[in-house]
T-cell receptor
Framework: KNQVEQSPQSLIILEGKNCTLQCNYTVSPFSNLRWYKQDTGRGPVSLTI?????NTKSNGRYTATLDADTKQSSLHITASQLSDSASYICVVSDRGSTLGRLYFGRGTQLTVWP | EADIYQTPRYLVIGTGKKITLECSQT?????MYWYQQDPGMELHLIHYSYGVNSTEKGDLSSESTVSRIRTEHFPLTLESARPSHTSQYLCASSEDGSGETDTQYFGPGTRLTVL
């Protein structure tokens, strides 16, 4: 069964600290993995996307890694800001259909305190 | 910022009412999607469209229906709303779903509450 599991479910950190969010997946055949940021009451916004051949991708203070062999990804946030408070969703796409079906994790709810 | 819009943002209605959730995008994308999301849960695909006059059901069974008469417009309709339909509904679009790096752009969502 294709699944995407994220941990931790929620995380609280102080402003300025770093943190790392985890994503494990069983989706096969694998096409790509995205990290989305979803602010409360808003739609998700894409942060990074990685294909099979990429093992790291950065977007400002966000750095995503991918280990396609172990089917694990992480999102590292550096020098956190209050505006980083959001849900971070790992999304994996398969090659199994023309649609490129997406499998969503439940997200990690990050709260940054001043 | 993606040019995809949803109205209304919030809707509270009584059981049995007919409602239409609007979604429009100005990016000229062929593919559009509707997702349902409950608090703390993953997004579930309920409808998608490859283009004008094309609509398909997604993975999660839904009593809603959709139409795609124009490229930019993808409304979702519930003929008779029930409390079980209470959820957040997210609309998305993408340029071409066949690409490896094709990205879905999401609207802000409609929070529906059925009393």
């Amino acid at each position: 069964k294709n699944q995407v599991e994220q941990s931790p479910q929620s995380l609280i950190i102080l402003e300025g600290k770093n943190c790392t969010l985890q994503c494990n997946y069983t989706v096969s055949p694998f096409s790509n993995l995205r990290w989305y940021k979803q602010d409360t009451g808003r739609g998700p916004v894409s942060l990074t996307i990685m294909t099979f051949s990429e093992n790291t991708k950065s977007n400002g203070r966000y750095t995503a890694t991918l280990d396609a062999d172990t089917k694990q990804s992480s999102l590292h946030i550096t020098a956190s800001q209050l505006s980083d408070s959001a849900s971070y969703i790992c999304v994996v796409s398969d090659r199994g259909s023309t649609l490129g079906r997406l499998y969503f994790g439940r997200g990690t709810q990050l709260t940054v305190w001043p | 910022e993606a040019d995809i819009y949803q109205t209304p943002r919030y809707l509270v209605i009584g059981t049995g009412k007919k409602i239409t959730l609007e979604c429009s995008q100005t990016m000229g994308h062929d593919k559009m999607y509707w997702y349902q999301q409950d608090p703390g849960m993953e997004l579930h695909l309920i409808h998608y469209s490859y283009g004008v006059n094309s609509t398909e059901k997604g993975d999660l069974s839904s009593e809603s229906t959709v139409s795609r008469i124009r490229t930019e417009h993808f409304p979702l309709t519930l003929e008779s709303a029930r409390p079980s339909h209470t959820s957040q509904y997210l609309c998305a679009s993408s340029e071409d779903g066949s690409g490896e790096t094709d990205t879905q752009y999401f609207g802000p969502g409609t929070r529906l509450t059925v009393l």
